[in-house]
């Protein structure tokens, strides 16, 4: 970086021109500014004799905050080539507005800072730090950390997605963690692996449950089922004191939805499942105490008051990401449970309404990346548990998923049968297992991979429990022989997906753990991967993960 005066202008500290002169006054502020002190006035640059800086007297440091201040850690999202987004939270030992200056560096001691200002919060915003921070580099790894009160935070490191020319990526996948079933060793396996470009997170980041009441490995805060803003704000406190979570987000940057935990059990537009309004008051004002809690403590680009999270993210001409929401926006009252009929016609039935409906298909139509990567959260791969002789299905599992939207499911297809379907791979979460599947019409009509629209990772739950009972495991063994368009699944084990990709495949590659109910660090043993090559729309197995990649940059300081 040309080495250039500094000037204050409001918040935000402003980068001169490169050849404007440094003066002898111009390098002390320079360096007054780069040191966070203030520097008394100094002698004019006309000519005459320069007295030098004039002594200001005792200056008064300000309050020195809490060693807990910033005891929630540091996060980024949203990569953009440009931009990313920058997060923290202050806890302050009073409810003050507070001034938090931010700093953004090419190296971890920030020795060349790129860019730095200040975000005034307080308790309107729960305290919490959000910067969009615009002018970086594309494909560019940065260090940033935030001060306030005389004390500073964690410095993060994060990464800005690249434009044009683009060989390789590698993304990591995950969901549903459930505080109170184990410990996050995903996460913390995941803050190892420095190579990665993002995560992606697919939802049920918290959960709403009361300690006890869904788990019993930890204790919740608040220990009731959070339904008012407070509560929601405070379930988010605890899982981001988190060490394991912390330390992935220090990191990396995160590509984040929600799902349905992050407000209630089987969250729809109008209600859920895990929601009564007779004695937990209105639905809307949950669903908007959760959203609002989301917005405010989630390293998330914002958009319409933090109730849209469909967006798109480019990664030069390899990816699309494309992020979408089947919970809060449009989704009508699912239809059944774990098993039922499928569902009899209906087209007042939606899972993501006309509008997302019509965005998704222009950023597939429109999109010029080699592949589409579309996450979301529920699955699109049918599991049939009872057919009729002619192959139609007449008993579906878990009528949560596309297949209990038939009709929208049926607006997908065509999407992904056409040309702006080609080389679309989706990313799913909520299930808490893995599945490798071939995404068809239906499971009769796939033939050794002929037949298949798109291919689908199922990401593993961080934590949450899998299909693990006794009938679920007997439906899933029964039904095994109608459903060849699964590739490969595991419905217990918990872990995280690894997404490479290059210009010839995508391939995911899921790790699995063998226990997370206890607190020593674990490593995650290598199950599966699976692969669809450029122009093909079926998997093929791989023996082996993807090798790591070597230059990966230096880990944010632990």
Not at 206 to 227: A, F, K, Q
Not at 453 to 474: H, K, M, Y
Not at 492 to 512: C, I, M, N, P
Request: a negative charge; charged letters at 20%; hydrophobic letters at 35%.
């Amino acid at each position: 970086m040309t080495l250039r005066n500094k000037r204050l202008t409001g918040s935000k500290t402003e980068l001169a021109p490169a050849d404007s002169p440094l003066t002898r006054r111009g390098l002390l502020k320079a360096a007054g500014t780069l040191s966070a002190l203030s520097l008394a006035a100094c002698g004019s640059d006309d000519g005459g004799e320069d007295p030098g800086p004039v002594d200001p007297g005792p200056v008064d440091p300000g309050p020195l905050g809490p060693e807990t201040l910033f005891q929630h850690g540091v996060a980024s999202g949203d990569p953009l080539p440009q931009g990313i987004i920058l997060w923290t939270r202050v806890s302050p030992a009073t409810e003050t507005p507070v001034k938090v200056t931010w700093e953004i560096a090419s190296d971890s001691n920030f020795r060349t800072i790129v860019d730095s200002g200040t975000f005034t919060t307080s308790a309107d915003r729960d305290f919490t730090v959000k910067v969009d921070v615009q002018n970086l580099s594309p494909s560019t790894t940065y260090y940033y950390r935030f001060k306030a009160l005389r004390r500073t935070s964690l410095v993060g490191r994060t990464r800005t997605a690249p434009s044009g020319a683009v060989e390789r990526l590698r993304f990591a996948v995950v969901s549903c963690s459930s505080f109170a079933h184990g410990y996050f060793h995903t996460y913390r396996n995941l803050a190892s692996q420095l190579d990665l470009d993002a995560v992606l997170h697919l939802g049920d980041y918290i959960y709403e449950y009361p300690s006890g009441g869904y788990g019993n490995v930890r204790e919740y805060e608040p220990e009731n089922e959070i339904l008012t803003l407070a509560d929601y704000r405070m379930r988010h406190s605890l899982y981001k004191r988190d060490a394991d979570l912390q330390a992935v987000h220090q990191q990396h940057p995160f590509i984040t939805v929600w799902d349905d935990h992050e407000t209630a059990n089987d969250a729809y537009k109008d209600g859920a499942d895990n929601h009564t309004p007779a004695t937990e008051g209105a639905w809307a004002e949950r669903k908007a105490a959760g959203q609002r809690a989301y917005a405010e403590w989630m390293p998330i680009r914002e958009q319409d008051a933090g109730t849209r999270i469909f967006r798109k993210l480019s990664y030069g001409n390899l990816v699309d990401i494309v992020m979408l929401d089947t919970r809060l926006w449009a989704r009508t009252l699912q239809t059944g449970g774990v098993a039922g009929p499928a569902p009899t016609p209906d087209p007042a039935r939606t899972l993501l309404g006309a509008d997302q409906e019509a965005w998704l298909s222009a950023q597939l139509q429109s999109s010029s990346a080699r592949w589409k990567l579309i996450g979301q959260q529920v699955m699109v791969g049918n599991l049939v548990i009872a057919q009729a002789d002619d192959g139609t299905p007449t008993i579906l599992g878990n009528l949560d998923q596309w297949h209990g939207y038939p009709e929208s499911r049926a607006r997908l297809l065509d999407l992904l049968r056409g040309p702006s379907g080609s080389n679309a791979v989706v990313l799913t979460g909520d299930i808490h297992s893995s599945w490798a599947n071939d995404i068809v019409t239906q499971p009769s009509q796939h033939d050794e991979g002929r037949g298949s629209l798109a291919v689908e990772f199922v990401a593993p739950a961080v934590t949450s429990p899998g299909l693990d009972t006794p009938r679920i495991q007997e439906l899933i063994a029964e039904a095994r022989p109608i459903n060849p368009h699964v590739r490969w699944f595991d419905t217990v084990k918990r872990g995280y997906v690894l997404v490479d990709v290059t210009e010839e495949r995508v391939q995911g590659a899921w790790f699995h753990f063998e226990a997370i109910d206890t607190p020593e660090p674990r490593t995650a043993a290598f199950a599966a991967a699976w692969s669809v090559a450029n122009g093909q729309r079926a998997l093929t197995q791989d023996s082996e993960p993807a090798a790591p990649r070597s230059d990966a940059p230096p880990a944010a300081p632990v």
